[in-house]
């Protein structure tokens, strides 16, 4: 019950946040992936977004993984242990996850797990949290825009300073960092961020 009425009630936020956030993410994402990749999604909930980066990029193949089915997905997909991503090394021209290592209680192992699956290239959209009031700002917003599909929360946000330690101890080398349109129209564009890296093993 509660998690319907939320779901009415943010109605018109979720209409505003997709045109807003939603559609200038894919198309972003889609602009840093190379044509004809294979692409996996870790974490890709219901592939609603991996149907847009397809949309701005046809001749990539999105698959993904989750550990959850709450919903039917607009991709294929595979329910996994949130540990073991259950694909051999080197799998995939690229591993993305959007908006999911905040889910997890320590995102460092399944980086780790994203580098060992990925030919070379991952991509990574999170937040760039520092401080009390940017927490709780993003807390809200994670829990509003999560609670209706019953997708929990653990709040695991991180400075610039923590991403770039966790992607250093996975053996990543970042190429490129860019702030990207904000939850709604244009609030909170500090908080979002893609992060471009390749495997450190490819270059040398």
Not at 10 to 39: C, D, G, N, Q
Not at 127 to 134: E, L, S, T
Not at 145 to 160: D, F, Q, R, S, V
Request: glycine fraction near 6%; include cysteine.
């Amino acid at each position: 019950m509660v998690k319907k009425i939320l779901s009415h009630l943010f109605l018109p936020f979720k209409i505003v946040h997709f045109r807003s956030y939603t559609e200038p993410l894919a198309a972003e994402i889609a602009s840093l992936i190379p044509p004809k990749s294979t692409v996996l999604d870790v974490g890709c909930d219901n592939g609603f977004l991996d149907s847009l980066i397809i949309k701005n990029k046809p001749s990539i193949k999105i698959v993904g993984i989750d550990i959850q089915a709450n919903r039917p997905s607009l991709i294929s997909r595979k329910i996994y242990d949130g540990h073991k991503i259950p694909y051999e090394s080197n799998s995939f021209d690229v591993v993305m996850a959007n908006d999911v290592l905040h889910h997890t209680t320590d995102a460092l192992p399944l980086i780790k797990e994203m580098t060992r699956v990925s030919r070379g290239r991952v991509i990574i959209k999170d937040g760039i949290i520092d401080g009390r009031m940017p927490w709780l700002i993003n807390g809200v917003i994670d829990y509003l825009l999560n609670a209706p599909y019953g997708i929990k929360c653990t709040y695991n946000y991180m400075n610039e300073k923590e991403w770039v330690d966790l992607f250093t101890k996975s053996h990543l080398k970042l190429i490129h960092k860019k702030q990207i349109a904000g939850f709604i129209l244009g609030f909170g564009k500090e908080y979002n961020s893609i992060f471009l890296l390749e495997k450190e093993s490819i270059n040398h």
